[in-house]
């Protein structure tokens, strides 16, 4: 029962907008049908419009979002725990941190055009903007909530603080990093999208739900859009499996 | 007592270090011709009224952008609230959960080629995606709340009888 509750949205949903496309709008470059959305995501292979397959665009965008990702995540963590641990280090970037952090990733765009030209440099610099914050201030949320008495037990042990930063710190601040790092990846997705509808950009699942929009491919742009929900949510999952798996600890704490 | 405003006064140096840094270092390649020059960009934040391009002032276009932002803002704000609050109830969360969390992982921007086949190049398309930006997480914030608190709740008023 609560199973056929959960799927009777979804049902009811597919059904009126197959019956709206065909009883009341009746025109395919406005709603177009189910059908005409579910054949284009059944065969990923086929080129659209000369700019490319489904999977193809799906790969270029996936391949573009590690990049900016990865940069991130490396400057981002390791400057998150300086700042958590350090007070000094706080200090010293904070300001810059929060003048910059309210700024949308997508504001960056073109300024990003200015210094890197049209390609990868720029969607990567907007990618890394877009996720390096998230990153950032959960890494530094994840070391200061370490426990107090963690530290000073460590200490009293005779652990020096390089020791207890090893191996106190950045394992009990890992759950709160990886969910930073999840965050991010979500909003690095949304980003390299928002840079794939850029002029001058030719690839990519953006490109091609904007592309489609130009030639009124309203079936492309559905399809294009499911698509990069569906790989947000897969990516989404991988995150959360890692985390119940790795950090099932923080919930015995 | 002095050493503890010494030490106040050398944390607020270090606050503003790496700013000072970075604007002095904006300024000198500015002079040097790098784009856009930092005197350029606090011209047009010390003269906010003043045309642009003939797109309207600085002032113009913040106005446009927070009366859209009120818009949307507000239309997401009671609808996420009702809808979060709502999620309390397990039928309903059971019903609308599921496609709410598929929805929420396509990101807004990709709405707007849609948006504007449906709704078209206006306010209407872009209240709609400022719409969908702020509701998920006042749904996410509500249903939570509405899930923790209320459970909570139900066992204090289930003690007093009801």
Known sequence: MKRLVKILLPILIIIGWEAISVFLIKNEFILPRVESVVFILMHPLQDILGCGSLAKSAVISIKRVLIGFFIAALVAVPLGIGMGWSEKIHDFFYSIVELLRPVPPIAWIPLALAWFKIGLASIAFIIFIGAFFPILLDTIHGVNGIRRTWVESAYTLGANDRLILYKVVIPGAAPTIWTGLRVGFGIAWMCVVAAEMLPGTTSGLGYLIMYSYNWGMVDTIIAGMITIGLIGLAMDLVFRAVETRKFKWRRLV | ?162
């Open chain 2, 1 to 162: 007592m002095e050493e503890i405003s010494m030490i106040k006064m050398r944390k607020e140096v270090i606050k503003f270090a790496l700013p000072l840094f970075f604007f002095s270092f904006w300024a000198i390649m500015s002079l040097k011709g790098f784009k856009p020059s930092l005197f350029n960009v606090l011209l047009v934040l010390v003269h906010p009224t003043e045309d642009i391009f003939g797109i309207g002032s600085l002032v113009t276009c913040m106005v446009v952008s927070l009366k859209e932002i009120g818009i949307g803002y507000s239309v997401a704000a009671f609808a996420g609230v009702i809808l979060g609050i709502l999620f309390y109830y397990k039928t309903f969360d059971d019903f609308f959960g599921s496609t709410i969390n598929t929805l929420r992982h396509i990101p807004d921007i990709a709405w707007i080629p849609l948006l504007l086949v449906w709704a078209g190049i206006g306010i209407k398309s872009i209240v709609t995606v400022i719409f969908l930006e702020s509701f998920f997480p006042y749904r996410d914030k509500y249903g939570v709340w509405s899930k923790e608190y209320t459970t909570a709740l139900d066992r204090i008023w289930q003690v007093f009888g009801c």
